[in-house]
């Protein structure tokens, strides 16, 4: 086959690609589906490479891991490509291996050693750049330390919503406002604590807005502002020769009312009808519809009072917010790009990085641009403040403003927009456009190209997100193939489903050769897959669901759910139920009504102990239980001693959990969900069981075991940057099912203005302010849905499959109806109404929801317990240490810790007497050293209130030594005696090291003697002795064993109690 | 770095330790570990010379034998006593103090590490000598650090205490005093950097006559092999049947087997596990734990050991307010006083107290709470906590050092009987002792900080028990997992390496951001210098590959969707697979369980019938649950499972539905007709409204709501008069007077055998003597929920059906009173008798074209509510939701009845689309 990318080819946007290459100028690059960008980012990264002092000096940025690790993979490659593969003759190929030539000859002459260092090529995303950012200067971030980064963080969200919420029973202003926010949302704390949990997490888009000036009177200016401009553009389109009435703002609002439909679509009929000349006029309908739906110029005072509540709580959010975060050590990607931007932030502008990284950051490329966020487009306009044009630095960013789908990951395609018109910040960038498409053949690309003038605005805007269509001119000349639309009518899920299973198979039958063609099912929504997956599998059909299926939905996984809620909670008593009804156990509907206690006070362990009533379960019931019982018996006994993943791992093996699995890929769930646990878990406990239950449905099953010929499913956003040979994208009249309602909403008028608006008090009517906001808000997204189409139409190499569900009126005739502008299908109908035939509409035979049946209603799945025997896979041979039990009493309280660094101390100056053999030791001299003394207890860690008994304790001990004859004769001269005498020796087969206080050794005999500090008061005294001889005899035997001399006698001497007891020898 | 020094190997340093402690030879490492390796192996070669005890050889950590000249130094005669030389804790405490004290305290994120950080910083200056000249700093962080070093110094210099990065240079000039016993040789072993100031004390040793020698060790002839495998988690797996494989091979000789992990940390418990399953399948569902040969030298964060947290949290609790879920916790701890006697009643408490709960609570309420609600069945738990609310009372509040928080946190737990009855095994008895010792450390700090209060306390003891990294100890066993640094020096039979990918390995430059940059990198840290980095990882896989006769280097190729390369370093050597290398597989218990075919499936849709005769509990909840899903009402009428509840803030809907009831029917106990209620003047109504809304909170003020208490039921009061009065005027636009009869009636009714309490909200009797009967709704209401085959709301047409005056009812109505929704909805035999309330032919809906008139109504009613009964009293079970995706999303039976293996697609499909798009 031929291959664009080496052969002799002159791609139709030649000149562009080489301008692009030009590093001495900054660049946007649109790049289109399959116009070979990231090739382009390499070539330009590999020319960059040729012309810096270091390699840092080039920081390139991409939106995933994946691709990071891809790109810098491939600029490694192209590396080790120049250096040991001969040049290709011509093509892109041999561009990119004359660039990374020139590459290597750099990295030589200034010793980089690129290819041994990959760390150097600072390839990586926009969040690893910030937390490198922000980990290099921790005060200037107001990081400190820096925190983990946590994906999910919803939970730490509700906990600063919650913590917010909980100011209203605090003294001070904020509890008022607290109030009022409760007040508009009808006192109901669980919404509240929602609708501020979802603004915190969108804290990236509003967060600049409302530190701006957010008085009543310049928020009420800009409102009016936005009514004048609205009616005069009404007033600019007015038919010269139709009468106009005089109205004010009001007066034209009002009117307009009259004149249209509530919904603004139509005009109304007689009485209210506009007058002639105006009447049906489609150009004034639009701009009438706008005026209709301003709101009133000022606030209500419950809408003020509503939104100035939220304005002053929302810095008090933030800060509960950033409380919260640092509880837990955690934060999320916004707040390390909120931290990296405030670092890089100061007076004179930016932060000199070459002050913080020692490097200057000189060349900034960027691949999907379209995806940038207001944050992420600030921190580049800091990073590249004071740039100019031929100083050497560059910035290029690439992207496809078509192709920008994650506006819910605070995409915000304007931003392209704005840079393709003005740059950013001070870097003026040439614009550089590629329409090559190598991926698709050509019936395919002039398809989307003539679908796609349609689909997309005519013309760009920025503000409202809309971006023109450019077409691609395709490399890949005409195949079989292209693109098939299937109609469908009436809701019929069903019949879409068989038709994705017949059109799948058939795809993967195509090749002759015996490989296999790749196929993808595509969809925008999960949802959209309820009635395909079942029929693939029904069909036989391999398939790979990415990110489809929730863990929560596995029953494996709700099993171990349900062990861990009942090993957490003994009062849970739907867990203990259940686990008793899992398959490990599985008794049946009468043994658990025979088992449960009628009063429900009484825990579920409670009865499954109680012998009494196991009595009245079924002999097989009773058996299961027993089995069940002695393993939740120890998992019970191991909390606290084990991780809890631990110990629900163990009790599911030891209750033969895997056997209960109904495939391998079960198996691997288990496993996602243990990982899950041990991640979520805090010193062998869970938190909070509902938010990690929660967690669980929100954890996706991995795909099954990839295989050559299976189908992938996956959603249009994980299918972006992935092509197919065939691609079908069922349920294209799906809605997203999404209308939340945020907190406020906010917008900027084309002037700069903002716009705000509180939510409407629940229960209440929507409000004017807040819709005008909203259907911006849904301006954008209609115009996100037609890109998400491109991509999915562009992901296709030979074939595209699109299948809809179109409505047909019986009242028309079966006529069809457009299908909702909200649904892809309905952004599409331009380009595939023709293949939608109307006719009779079938019964509409979606009811109540959607209804596939389930399966075995009544039916119990369970190990049979004469099933169970297999042999435990043997372990290892190896000869274990034997484990000895070694138990010192422990004190309860740390305070018993001074007499034990008293003792340490007196070991310490004793050994120092002896060493002296006495000479010069006396009280007199004890005392002179009463400073080193007390400075060796503070050492030890004696505490001041205890310091002047504890010196005393030394002091007594040592007098009591010097001034006792025992002590004398101990201290004073022997024949080869030492002090803290250090051996190594084995007591039970175990080696460990001794320390004898003090021996020596004459001709007549030896002396092993130990020092015990310990101190006794009143009465008893011989007695202690004779004790303490006892308790510590094993550990002087030991010591002479060691000496090897069993005949030594051993002494143990009290130098507090001038006590001495002796023994052995002879 | 090669060094100059002299040169000796392990062989001529083994002869030198094994003259005793005449040769006056110390060893020092650069790690703990590495010491207790090198005292294993010259135990070994004692041992080979038939010794079965010697002379301790004297083998410590570099740090350590600092510490110890410093000891003894102290007790030598000299020019008064040595100043105190600070403790880690005590010196983070000191940079802890400085940091605070800077304007930035309040609004740094993290303290704890950047405190840490500095601490770095200023052992990396001294160790490095990289001088602090404000000059030379140029930015912000490294000024912020020469500010709070500034403060540091200063207090040190006032306190005279001895600055810990500084060991080295005080100990040179005390190297002469005379306790300070000098080595005549000091070995070095494993130093792959020695750092300026080491090395300038080490040549003051030398030249006050120490031999001061590097022990070079004898490369083992290795062939070195590099594995490629698919994912880190297969990498594990052959590193593990790698380790067993030699393991066995070696039969009954004790090899040394090194796994070497550069993120342990991270990997920690995958990588336990994998060896575990591999080398010993069975170890988990063994009666007693076997001993597993392999010991991986990590430890863990104190505070995430199990009696350690509940401590803190006892401590937090006894301080402060706390989370509820903390307070939860500590009320089943395992580690406090009765937790076994007490066990299933405090699970009870807890489960009581969940219902009514705040997020947030103090030890007061906490214990005022379990009073009302506990007290009797966990008697011991009750006594303590109230004996240590009194305590709290009288000594946690005023500031005090450090020492004298150490005391009265002691005291707390002794209070609530710490650590708990429960016999503690070996590792909790470390545990145990260790966390003693972290708090007489923390005791410690009073000699550099001053007073504190209870947060900041309970604050610090926290964080050092996050620091304090601690692992029991383990026996000696074959096979040793390590990280990199603690591999440094040591010598195995067999050695493997993993994760060794190109963004590992070479370690990516981290420099220490409190020091410049260029700095950092003249001196030669490698951590602040890519190229230096490199040639020191470089050093380090040399050092791997000499350390043993068999060296595997291993790594992924893939890590989730990225493609990863080995690391440069290892690139060179040819890939293997592990099964080259004689790696066997081996039979895993989890396979060997799943291969068993053991399932089988049995019907089982129904339980034993209801008892005949009696009155079922359950009201008309239970018609309904059977409604919606029979499976349902088995579960939650017959096995009366529920789930526990977690806290929120705020009433939940169940409450505020209550709170409206009780103030509707306070309201209409008192107006009673709507004359009367057309009579009612404005200032008349409100305080009637006031009086009622009262009474209301009274009532679930009573049932514990502590909610209510505050400011939020000040509002909840507002609303619920808010709402009232809105109410009052749709009644008062009713066209056919009416007369509240009942505000309240139950009835026994009885529905295909099943007997049950119907309760109603409200009875009117209208104007011409029939009656309407109410249900006060605060939700989302519809006539729908009446009609067709399992009627989602029975209530009513249950009531109407069987209640007293049955044949004169003739409307059934909700009040739908809530915010912006308030009005009646309902069917009536006649039209025009409310408003909202209409005949069944005027009700729109796909559901109600089945129907005739308002006797087709009813008997349908019956008809429908027999069905039910009769399944119900059945003891029918099937998994039947009305409507799988709606029926389920709240349904807490859901685990219970399995529908998760009846519906493989997600039955609960409502989180499906959370994700906006995605
Ligand atoms: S989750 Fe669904 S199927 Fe299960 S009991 Fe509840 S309603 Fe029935």
């Known amino acids: 086959m031929r291959n664009p990318m080496t052969d002799a080819f002159v791609a139709p946007d030649e000149t562009g690609r080489r301008r692009a290459l030009d590093v001495s100028r900054s660049f946007i690059v649109q790049a289109p589906a399959g116009s070979g960008k990231t090739e382009l980012l390499i070539q330009r990264y590999l020319a960059l490479l040729s012309c810096v002092e270091r390699p840092e000096e080039i920081a390139a940025i991409t939106f995933t891991v994946k691709a990071a690790s891809e790109m810098r993979g491939r600029v490694l490659a192209a590396l ?24 290597l000859e750099r990295d030589a002459s200034l010793g980089w050693k690129l290819e041994e260092s990959a760390d150097r090529l600072k390839v990586q995303t926009i969040d690893a750049l910030c937390a490198s950012l922000t980990r290099q200067m921790p005060v200037l971030s107001r990081f400190g330390g820096q925190p983990e980064v946590i994906e999910d963080a919803t939970a730490l969200f509700s906990e600063a919503a919650r913590e917010l919420l909980a100011m209203v029973e605090e003294p001070g202003e904020e509890a008022t406002r607290v109030a009022s926010l409760l007040r508009h949302l009808d006192n109901d704390a669980a919404a509240a604590e929602k609708l501020i949990a979802e603004m915190l997490a969108r804290r990236d888009q509003w967060l600049r807005t409302l530190l701006r000036k957010t008085d009543r009177e310049s928020l009420e200016r800009a409102l009016d502002d936005v009514r004048r401009v609205t009616v005069e553009e009404l007033l600019e389109s007015w038919p010269a020769q139709a009468e106009r009435p005089q109205l004010d703002m009001d007066g034209w609002i009002a009117q307009s009312r009259q004149w249209l439909t509530g919904d603004g679509k139509k005009w109304r009929q007689r009485p209210s009808q506009a007058p002639e000349g105006i009447y049906e006029n489609d150009v004034l309908l639009p701009l009438l519809r706008v005026v209709k739906d301003l709101p009133a110029a000022t606030y209500s005072d419950a809408q003020w009072e509503a939104l100035d509540a939220m304005l002053k709580l929302a810095p008090i959010a933030i800060a509960q917010l950033q409380v919260v975060f640092a509880k837990h050590g955690k934060a999320d990607f916004t707040e390390f790009a909120l931290r990296a931007l405030r670092a890089l932030e100061c007076e004179e502008g930016a932060t000199d990085l070459m002050l913080v990284l020692d490097y200057r950051i000189r060349h900034i490329l960027v691949d999907e641009f379209q995806d940038t966020s207001f944050t992420q487009f600030k921190l580049l306009q800091l990073l590249t403040s004071g740039w100019e044009p031929g100083d050497g630095r560059t910035l290029f960013v690439v992207g496809d403003p078509m192709q920008s789908i994650y506006r819910f990951r605070e995409a915000e395609v304007g931003l392209f927009l704005q840079a393709w018109e003005r740059g950013v910040g001070s870097v003026a960038l040439e614009p550089v456009t590629l329409s090559a498409n190598f991926r698709s053949h050509a019936g395919i690309v002039e398809w989307v190209n003539s679908a796609f003038a349609h689909v997309m605005p005519q013309a760009a805007d920025a503000r409202t997100g809309a971006v023109k269509y450019e077409r691609s001119h395709p490399v890949r000349p005409e195949a079989p193939g292209g693109v098939h639309v299937h109609p469908f009518y009436d809701y019929d899920s069903a019949g879409q489903a068989r038709a994705v299973a017949d059109v799948a198979r058939e795809a993967m039958q195509r090749r002759p050769d015996g490989s296999y063609a790749s196929v993808a099912i595509l969809v925008r929504n999960r949802s959209h897959l309820f009635e395909v997956l079942p029929r693939l599998r029904e069909a036989g059909i391999a398939y790979r669901a990415v990110e489809i299926d929730s863990l929560g939905h596995r029953p494996t996984v709700a099993d171990l759910l349900a062990l861990t809620r009942a ?31 009628e009063d429900q006070r009484i825990t579920m362990w409670e009865a499954i102990r109680d012998e009494a009533r196991l009595a009245n379960l079924s002999a097989d019931g009773r058996m299961r239980l027993q089995r069940t019982r002695e393993v939740l018996a120890r998992a019970l006994d191991e909390q606290g001693r084990r991780g809890l993943r631990d110990v629900i791992e163990r009790a599911w093996l030891a209750l033969a959990g895997p056997a209960c699995v109904e495939g391998d890929v079960e198996l691997e769930d288990a496993d996602t969900y243990l990982d899950h646990l041990e991640a979520m878990e805090q010193s062998g406990w869970l938190p909070d069981l509902r938010a990690f239950e929660e967690s669980v449905t929100r954890l996706f099953a991995l795909p099954d075991l990839a295989s050559a010929d299976c189908v992938q499913v996956m959603t249009i956003h994980k299918a972006k940057g992935l092509e197919f040979d065939s691609v079908i994208v069922p349920g294209l009249a799906g809605q997203s099912g999404r209308d939340d309602r945020s907190l406020f909403m906010w917008m900027e008028t084309a002037d700069g203005a903002l716009l705000l608006a509180p939510i409407q008090p629940s229960g209440a009517k929507p409000e004017a302010i807040y819709e005008m906001i909203r259907r911006l808000d849904k301006t954008k997204s209609a115009h996100e849905m037609g890109r998400l189409l491109y991509v999915a139409a562009t992901r296709a190499r030979s074939r595209l499959h699109l299948m809809g569900d179109a409505k047909r009126d019986s009242r028309r005739a079966g006529a069809v109806q457009e299908p909702a502008g909200t649904s892809l299908l309905g952004k599409l109908w331009p380009a595939v109404a023709r293949h939608f035939e109307p006719g009779d509409p079938r019964r509409n035979t979606r009811g109540a929801g959607r209804t596939v049946p389930l399966a075995a209603q009544t039916s119990l799945r369970r190990l049979d317990l004469t099933r169970l025997a297999f042999e435990v896979p043997a372990g290892v041979a190896w000869r274990a240490p034997e484990e000895r039990e070694e138990r010192d009493p422990i004190e309860f309280s740390w305070v018993g810790d001074t007499s034990r660094r008293v003792g340490s101390v007196v070991h310490r100056w004793l050994q120092r007497v002896a060493d002296e053999e006495m000479r010069g030791w006396n009280r007199a001299r004890v005392e002179r050293q009463r400073d080193a003394i007390r400075a060796s207890l503070v050492a030890a860690g004696v505490i001041q209130a205890e310091l002047d008994q504890a010196a005393a304790r030394v002091a007594a001990a040592l007098n009591g030594a010097l001034e006792d004859p025992r002590g004398k004769w101990l201290l004073g001269p022997h024949p080869n005696a030492r002090n803290e005498y250090r051996l190594t020796t084995y007591v039970d087969g175990a080696r460990r090291d001794i320390v004898i206080d003090r021996m020596w050794e004459d001709l007549a005999e030896a002396w092993v003697v130990d020092y015990k500090t310990s101190s006794h008061e009143g009465a008893g005294f011989e007695k202690f002795l004779d004790a303490e001889a006892v308790r510590y005899r094993p550990q002087l035997e030991g010591y002479a064993a060691a000496l090897g001399k069993p005949g030594a006698r051993r002494g143990l001497y009290f130098p507090l109690l001038k006590g001495w007891r002796e023994w052995g020898g002879g | 770095m090669r060094r100059d020094l002299p040169q000796m190997d392990k062989s001529q340093l083994f002869e030198r330790l094994s003259e005793g402690h005449g040769a006056a030879a110390t060893v020092v490492t650069p790690n703990r570990r590495l010491a207790q390796s090198l005292a294993r192996d010259f135990a070994a070669y004692q041992g080979s010379r038939g010794l079965a005890s010697w002379e301790t050889a004297d083998i410590l950590p570099l740090e350590s034998w600092m510490k110890r000249l410093w000891e003894e130094a102290m007790q030598a005669d000299g020019d008064g006593p040595l100043p105190l030389l600070l403790s880690p804790a005590q010196e983070l405490a000191a940079w802890e103090e400085a940091v605070r004290a800077s304007r930035f305290a309040k609004e740094l994120f993290a303290l704890g590490p950047a405190v840490s950080q500095c601490r770095e910083a200023w052992h990396l200056a001294h160790a ?32 005279g205490h001895a600055d810990p990065a500084r060991t080295a240079d005080l100990l040179a000039p005390l190297l002469g005093r005379p306790r300070v016993r000098r080595p005549s040789t000091l070995a070095m072993v494993g130093f792959d950097i020695v750092t300026p100031q080491q090395r300038e004390l080490l040549e003051k040793l030398a030249a006050t006559g120490s031999a001061v020698v590097e022990v070079m060790s004898v490369p083992h002839k290795a062939r070195a092999a590099r594995v490629a495998l698919a994912d880190a988690k297969a990498e594990i797996d052959a590193a593990a049947r790698w380790a067993r494989t030699r393991l066995e091979d070696a039969a009954g000789s004790s090899p040394r087997i090194g796994i070497v992990v550069p993120d342990l940390a991270r990997s920690r418990s995958r990588v336990e596990r994998a060896l575990a399953n591999v080398l010993v399948p069975g170890h988990r569902i063994a009666a007693t734990q076997p001993a597993l040969p392999f010991n991986v030298s990590l430890g863990l964060p104190l ?34 006083a009765g937790a076994h006697t007490e066990r299933e009643a405090r699970a009870r408490l807890d489960a009581r107290l969940r219902r009514r709960a705040m997020p947030e609570l103090s030890l007061e309420s906490f214990v005022r709470q379990g009073e009302a609600s506990g007290n009797g069945f966990v008697p011991d738990f009750i006594d303590r906590f109230r004996r240590l609310a009194e305590f709290r009372k009288s000594d946690l509040f005023e500031a005090r050092v450090a020492s004298g928080w150490a005391r009265a946190f002691s005291e707390a737990l002794r209070i609530v009987g710490f650590p708990g009855e429960r016999t503690l095994d070996s590792r909790e008895q470390q545990t145990l002792v260790k966390w003693h010792e972290v708090l007489a450390q923390f005791a410690t700090l009073e000699q550099v900080s001053g007073r504190m209060g209870f947060q900041l306390a309970r604050e610090r003891l926290r964080r050092m028990a996050r620091e304090e990294i601690f692992q029991p100890k383990a026996p000696d066993v074959p ?26 390995w070479p370690l990516p430059s981290r420099p220490n951001p409190f020091l410049p940059i260029a700095a950092q990198r003249a001196a030669g840290i490698a951590q602040a210098d890519p190229a230096a980095s490199l040639e020191l990882d470089r050093r380090i896989t040399q050092g791997w590959m000499d350390a043993a006769p068999e060296v595997v280097l291993s790594h992924a190729t893939m890590r989730k969707e990225s493609e990863l390369s080995p690391s440069p370093l290892i690139a060179m050597l040819p890939a293997e697979t592990p099964e080259a290398l004689g790696v066997r597989s081996f039979a895993m218990l989890r396979e060997a369980m799943r291969s068993l075919d053991a399932v089988e499936t049995i019907e089982d849709g129904a339980g034993p019938p209801i008892a005949t005769g009696g009155t079922t509990r359950g009201g008309t909840g239970l018609f309904k649950d059977q409604a919606a899903c029979p499976f349902r009402a088995f579960a939650k009428r017959r096995l009366r499972a529920e789930e526990i509840e977690t806290p929120r803030a705020g009433l939940d809907s169940k409450d505020r539905g209550t709170l409206m009831h009780e103030m509707l029917r306070a309201a209409w106990q008192r107006i009673q ?35 209510l208490s505050g400011r939020y039921g000040e509002l909840e009061r507002a609303r619920i008069m808010r709402l009232t009065r809105a109410w009052l005027e749709e009644e008062r636009k009713r066209k056919v007077a009416f007369t509240v009869v009942k505000t309240e009636d139950k009835c026994e009714v009885e529905f295909g055998g099943v007997k049950v309490e119907a309760r109603l909200d409200r009875k009117d009797e209208l104007e011409g003597g029939r009656l309407a ?43 739908q009173v809530r915010t912006g929704e308030t009005r009646f909805r309902g069917i009536s035999a006649v039209g025009g008798l409310m408003p909202g309330v209409c005949t069944i032919d005027e009700v729109r809906s796909k559901a109600s074209r089945q129907y005739q008139n308002w006797d087709g109504v009813v008997a349908r009613w019956r008809q429908e509510l027999d069905v039910l009964g009769r399944a119900f009293a059945a003891g029918e079970a099937r998994v039947d939701p009305k409507n799988l995706a709606q029926t389920c999303a709240f349904c807490e039976q859901h685990l219970l009845c399995r529908v998760a293996e009846k519906a493989p697609f997600g039955a609960a499909s409502s989180d499906e689309d959370a994700q906006s798009d995605d």
């Open chain 1, 80 to 103: 080790r490509a120049a250096r040991t593969s001969p040049r290709p003759p011509e093509g892109q190929a041999a561009r990119t291996w004359d660039l990374a030539r020139a590459a």
């Open chain 1, 567 to 597: 090993v957490s909670h003994l009062a849970d008593r739907v867990a203990w139920l259940s686990i008793l009804r899992a398959p490990w156990c599985g008794l049946t509907l009468a043994d658990l009504l025979a088992l449960a206690p």
């Open chain 2, 128 to 159: 490095w000598r990289i001088p602090l000249d404000a000059r030379r700093i140029p930015n912000d962080d490294g000024r912020a650090f020469l500010e709070w070093a500034a403060h540091y110094e200063r207090t040190l210099r006032e306190r």
């Open chain 2, 303 to 336: 505070d995430s050991y199990p009696l350690v947290a509940d401590a803190l949290y006892v401590i937090d609790l006894a301080g402060a307010h706390a989370s509820f879920e903390h307070a939860s916790r500590v009320l089943r701890s395992p580690f406090i």
């Open chain 2, 479 to 504: 096979i040793q997992v390590m990280g990199v640094l603690e591999s440094a020096g040591q010598e195995f039979d067999h050695l493997w390496v993993m994760g060794l990918t190109d963004d590992a």
């Open chain 2, 673 to 707: 007709t709507q004359e009367r209620l057309l009579a009612l003047g404005e200032s008349e109504c409100e305080s009637l409204l006031a009086e009622c809304a009262e009474q209301a909170l009274g009532v679930l003020r009573g049932r514990g709501a502590e909610a």
């Open chain 2, 773 to 815: 009967v109410i249900d006060y709704k605060t939700g989302d209401c519809k006539v729908a929920a009446w009609l067709g085959e399992r009627p989602d709301e029975p209530q009513l047409p249950m009531y109407a059906l069987g209640g007293e005056d049955a044949g004169r009812i003739a409307a059934v109505a909700f009040a």
